[in-house]
């Protein structure tokens, strides 16, 4: 057999693998893969207007004494759409202080924005410059921190939470920080 007759498949199976490779490289990364250089560590201080009246304060000081539950999340995030009626069930429960912090929003679209789909947050915390958000390490939105009430972060989860992420991871911990009090 002659080789130019193997050239079109030899061709063809190189054009394969490349497109195979381009594919598998512009994957999205898995954002919860990214660890948090917060896990363990005193959670960033923070004084931040309250949503619902910006002339309100409230810092991370007034937050501690319990575990909370902060969730930062905007209007234009359409990923915080899809999370929001698991996190409304679960600030239902009462287990956990669950604290809001909008991120890089205009209040007047957020407020409208839990007009529509309800407001599940003890508070919500604003920050339309992001700043604070910086020191948390948070680099998109929804992102879910869990604080101990001594103002420790003991976990992180990047991406919307679902029934089962609660269930299998936020609760467990949760657990062993109320048994460890």
Not at 2 to 25: E, H, S, Y
Not at 68 to 86: A, D, K, T, Y
Not at 114 to 120: A, K, S, T
Not at 125 to 142: F, H, I, K, M, Q
């Amino acid at each position: 057999m002659k080789p130019a007759r193997w050239l079109p498949l030899a061709a063809f199976a190189v054009l394969a693998a490349l497109l195979a490779a381009g594919v598998w490289m512009s994957r999205k990364p898995d954002r919860d893969a990214l660890p948090s250089t917060l896990i363990g560590k005193p959670a960033p201080e923070f004084a931040l207007p309250v949503l619902h009246d910006l002339n309100y304060t409230v810092k991370l000081s007034d937050l501690r004494g319990q575990p909370f539950l902060l969730n930062v999340w905007g209007s234009w995030c359409v990923e915080c759409r899809v999370e929001h009626p698991v996190l409304t069930r679960f600030a239902e429960t009462k287990r956990l202080r669950v604290v809001g912090y909008n991120w890089k929003d205009e209040p007047a679209d957020a407020l409208r924005w839990l007009e529509q789909f309800g407001n599940p947050y003890m508070v919500v915390l604003s920050d339309v410059e992001g700043r604070t958000a910086l020191n948390w390490g948070v680099y998109g939105a929804p992102e879910t921190f869990l604080v101990d009430g001594h103002g420790i972060v003991r976990w992180k989860h990047v991406g919307p939470l679902t029934d089962a992420i609660i269930q299998t991871q936020l609760l467990p911990l949760l657990g062993k920080i109320e048994a460890a009090q």
